[in-house]
């Protein structure tokens, strides 16, 4: 187990476009191990390549239901339907929580750690992880795009 050190706010690479993965190697599978023991080490839901310093297109996301640790790497998002606005938080804005408007329903491809293609519908908070870890890997933060911010639990 491999922790990784998490990139905060205002860290340049959080703010890169980030790289599509060319190849599925070992390198790639052991960052994929280490970003999840990182996530579950830090309480999160889902982290991003670049929050751990790496600009390419590969995230993880544990939303403890029934589809488990779900491995997305170049995801592209091919469908939104509904909106749904809820409470967001990031490893990256530490103790920073915002109202964040989602679509409540999406429809992401991607490949696994096999290269295999991979289609995925998803809603509620897998959908809503999906949407926040895909923004990461286009530069942008939930607290770019929240329609209020508040510090902590208080609101």
Known sequence: MAL???RKAGDPVLKEVCQPVEKIDKKLKQLLD???DTMYESDGVGIAAPQVGVPIRAV???CQDEHGLV????PVITFREGKATDTEGCLSVPDIFGEVER???VKVDYLNRRGK???LTAKGLLARCIQHECDHLEGQLFIDIAQSIHRGQDK
Request: no cysteine; glycine share 0%.
């Open 4 to 6: 990784l050190d998490i």
């Open 34 to 36: 280490d970003m999840a």
């Open 60 to 62: 993880v996301i544990d």
């Open 71 to 74: 491995e997305l790497i170049n």
């Open 103 to 105: 679509a409540a329903k």
């Open 117 to 119: 293609q991979q289609h």
